[in-house]
């Protein structure tokens, strides 16, 4: 018994370790390589193709690459890749926005924000609102930054902060959060979880006020992607001390372009259907991503 449980262990453990790695490459052209991963050095990765023989291509071409399974091949080639993989709706996926890329978004036409990846695993992004008739100092603006602690195979893991300032008259106040998050999948479907701590701050005539929430705020994400151009996007938050019939929810759709990416989202509470008129409030963001 011993002996045969010892060669079941053993021929699995070959098994594993004889399974190839598929890699799908993605170059600055905008065509996609899909292979088996053979070497790579500080300069070039080396891939066998099923058709092509062995291809060098050189780190410096490559704008994305990611794992695939034998059951994506068929349509890992034909999908354009989804650079938006960096957020849902609202909140940061653990994924990295890799250094020397970012995109231009605006949230519901009023939200204008810029992101950027200053090395492989941190990321910066700043906004104000565009609010007509308010003076540009009374604007809100929008500052965060993500670090992605851990990035390999199909689990990632982040922390960062987001922050939102106001100037009105004399006071000048702001809130944000600090979050870890942990996002599971590919760049095409993934889950994320999150958990975040809120902060305010308030300032008048030299004197300053901050504080804590004494409970976290969660949120539960999602991307699934059914075709070439579309996926499914939700994004739900816990917030303390509220009820979950009148927790922020949504869906939506993503609609995938090669560098522009369009949600489409209603924003609603559970609570809503209890008054019989269900009216969600609308989101709409596009990105229009740039770089390598």
Request: some cysteine; aromatic content about 12%.
């Amino acid at each position: 018994m011993k002996t045969t449980l010892f060669m079941l262990m053993t021929v699995t453990i070959l098994w594993a370790q004889e399974e190839p790695i598929q890699l799908r490459v993605t170059l600055e052209d905008g065509s996609v390589i899909i292979g088996q991963y053979v070497s790579e050095t500080t300069e070039v990765l080396i891939l066998e193709s099923k058709y092509g023989g062995q291809i060098t291509i050189p780190l410096g071409d490559i704008v994305e690459r990611e794992e695939v399974t034998t059951a994506d091949l068929s349509i890992a080639a034909t999908w354009p890749v989804d650079r938006n993989y960096s957020r849902y709706l609202w909140s940061p996926t653990a994924f990295a926005l890799k250094a020397k890329q970012g995109y231009c978004s605006d949230a519901c036409l009023i939200l204008p924000s810029f992101a950027w990846g200053i090395t492989d695993n941190f990321s910066v992004l700043g906004g104000i609102t565009l609010i007509p008739g308010v003076k540009v100092g009374n604007q809100l603006i929008q500052l965060a930054g993500k670090f992605t602690i851990l990035e390999r195979g199909r689990l990632a893991v982040a922390a960062g902060v987001q922050y939102f300032g106001l100037n009105i008259e004399d006071v000048n106040a702001g809130f944000g959060f600090v979050f870890g998050t942990a996002t599971m999948g590919d760049h095409n479907s993934h889950y994320s979880g999150s958990i975040g701590y809120g902060f305010v701050r308030a300032s008048q005539d030299g004197e300053s006020v901050s504080e804590w929430m004494e409970r976290p705020m969660l949120t539960a994400c999602a991307i699934r992607r059914f075709s070439k151009s579309m996926a499914f996007v939700t994004e739900n938050w816990l917030l303390p001390d509220v009820d979950l019939a009148d927790t922020p929810l949504s869906v939506g759709l993503r609609f995938i372009g090669d560098r522009l990416s369009v949600n489409l989202a209603a924003i609603f509470m559970l609570s809503m259907f209890e008054e019989g008129l269900v009216i969600p409030f609308p989101w709409v963001d596009f990105s229009f991503h740039m770089g390598r």
